[in-house]
């Protein structure tokens, strides 16, 4: 099966620019989730969805920060206005809700984001 | 809140030597599932293995297997017959069983197998 589908792979932007994310999950994964990977650092949360509803944005940084997922597959997460601080990798995760316990996440490869 | 500590930043090893890697967490929870991911380069996270709370019998993979202490909450990864490809990011992660809650990981510790 095909895996997580991130885009774009790397992304410069100056700091007050916006700048989005998307996600393709593997087909048919109930849960997406969004992580954000400071460097020298593992993996924080932003936000959680099930189908295209949103389970935990806790962690989220609302007043920049914003997430969808229309129709319960694809996912873009947007930052408006960039910070130098939002400089990291952007790992979207996918599981299927029957498997979620079983095997943990899949995950894509990331979009690196760099903040100047 | 669950923590996950993994308290080497970076470890290295000789090539088909054994290595093992360190993690602690602190959980309130009786329910849980362990993992250990590995994170080459390319960014993206591949599950190593992963170990159920309620099953006392360490999980095993291949040349992966891990020691679980529940009592201690502790549980490393030992690494057998190091490969040059096993150099990478290796990741300790928590997840609460039954809920609808993320994954917690560790600070990770970087590994190097040395030809």
């Known amino acids: 099966e095909a895996g997580v589908a991130q885009s774009p792979r790397y992304k410069i932007i100056e700091k007050r620019q916006s700048v989005a994310f998307w996600c393709n999950p593997i087909?048919?994964?109930?849960?997406l989730y969004w992580y954000q990977q400071i460097l020298g650092q593992g993996p924080k949360l932003l936000i959680q969805?099930?189908?295209?509803?949103?389970?935990?944005d806790s962690q989220l940084p609302k007043d920049r920060f914003s997430a969808e997922r229309l129709k319960g597959v694809d996912s873009t997460l947007k930052i408006q206005p960039a910070k130098l601080e939002d400089s990291a990798v952007y790992l979207c995760?996918?599981?299927?809700?029957?498997?979620?316990?079983?095997?943990?996440?899949?995950f894509g490869s990331g979009t690196r984001l760099t903040v100047v | 809140a669950q923590t996950v500590t993994q308290s080497q930043p970076e470890m290295s090893v000789q090539e088909a030597e054994t290595v093992t890697l360190s993690c602690t967490y602190d959980?309130?929870?009786?329910?849980?599932?362990l993992f250990w991911y590995k994170q080459p380069p390319s960014r993206q996270m591949i599950l190593v293995i992963r170990?159920?709370?309620?099953?006392?019998q360490n999980a095993t993979e291949n040349r992966f297997s891990v020691n679980f202490q529940k009592a201690a909450k502790s549980f490393s990864l030992k690494i057998s017959d190091s490969q040059l490809g096993d150099t990478a990011m290796y990741f300790c992660?928590?997840?609460?069983?039954?809920?609808?809650?993320?994954?917690?990981f560790g600070a990770g510790t970087r590994l190097t197998v040395k030809p």
């Open positions: 995760a996918s599981s299927a809700l029957r498997d979620r316990d079983a095997d943990g996440y899949t």
């Open positions: 959980t309130s929870e009786s329910n849980y599932y």
């Open positions: 087909s048919g994964h109930a849960t």
């Open positions: 969805f099930q189908n295209n509803g949103v389970v935990d």
């Open positions: 170990q159920e709370a309620y099953k006392q």
């Open positions: 992660a928590f997840m609460k069983r039954w809920y609808n809650n993320d994954m917690r």
